[in-house]
């Protein structure tokens, strides 16, 4: 397989930070956009204990800010993974609207915002690849995560439009859609609810949401085996459009779609009784 320039957002912690080293390990060449400067040092010691200095370029990067990106499109890559995203946790008929605004302009916006110029460059060239980090919770819903899931279900309409008018093209256009794994991302998303979430104000009962956030916390997997297929999957030519990890929730993913057309507006979906 030749080797690959490529960029990915959100490779400060978690599956992005994974997935840059692995490339690396593999010989591509990264460029690796953490959202601040403490993640750079951190990375950097890792780096330098796997002995990748020649293979990752660590850049500031945090999509929402523009200077960051004039930064970034100065790069010329051949694959732009857009992985970074935030969450927030709440139930959507009560929490502030901000938060969601919030997630949206990061989880899609920002997203579709950054990659547009490398877009261009890429039609130029009559090749690339692109590839957005989206979610199971972009083919699902989850209790508590309204937010989150709105921000991944828009995510997926969007990179589906851009399948439709770039592979024509000669673009390569591609999801990838984690389930739970247990990087640290869903604790702190279901976690950060209590800064706004008051029970003597707001009509949810709290214990709903602790179980919902407890249920998660029990139920997650470990992140090497979805970084490990993000290092499979990136560098190739051509793959299946939408890659889920764990396996099991391709089936699960399609079975909640299929309810969608058969449950009633008075009834709870079956996947969350």
């Known amino acids: 397989m030749t080797k ?6 959100g490779a400060g912690s978690g599956l992005g930070k994974g997935t840059a080293l692995g490339l690396a390990k593999k010989g591509h060449k990264v460029i ?8 750079k040092s951190r990375l950097l010691e890792v780096i ?13 990067l945090n999509i929402l800010d523009p200077m960051d990106c004039q930064k970034a499109w100065e790069y010329d890559v051949d694959i732009l993974v857009n992985n970074a995203g935030i969450g927030h946790s709440g139930p959507v008929s009560e929490m502030p609207v901000d938060l969601i605004r919030e997630v949206m302009e990061t989880n899609v916006f920002s997203t579709l915002e950054f990659a547009q110029p490398f877009i261009k460059k890429m039609v130029e060239k009559g090749k690339g690849k692109l590839i957005f980090v989206s979610s199971i919770a972009g083919l699902t819903t989850s209790p508590y995560l309204g937010a989150y899931n709105a921000s991944k279900h828009a ?4 990179v589906q439009s851009l399948r439709d008018e770039l592979t024509p093209m000669g673009l390569s256009v591609a999801t990838i859609n984690p389930g739970p794994y ?23 009962p709290k214990k709903k949401i602790e179980a919902a956030a407890k249920e998660m916390g029990e139920n997650q997997f470990d992140p090497q085996e979805m970084i490990d297929k993000m290092v499979e999957v990136i560098p190739q030519d051509s793959h299946e459009f ?3 990890l764990p396996k099991k929730f391709v089936k ?4 909640y779609q299929e309810n969608q057309y058969k449950v009633k507006s008075t009834d709870v979906d079956p996947s969350k009784k």
């Open 182 to 204: 247990e990087t640290g991302f869903n604790d702190r998303m279901y976690d950060n609810y209590v800064q706004w979430f008051d029970e003597d104000y707001h009509f949810t």
């Open 155 to 158: 995510l997926e309409a969007i």
């Open 32 to 39: 690796a956009g953490v959202h601040k400067w403490e993640q």
């Open 252 to 255: 699960m993913c399609k079975e």
């Open 48 to 60: 330098k204990k796997e002995g990748l200095e020649d293979k990752i370029q660590i850049i500031k």
């Open 4 to 9: 690959k320039t490529i960029l990915i957002t």
């Open 242 to 244: 939408r890659t889920i």
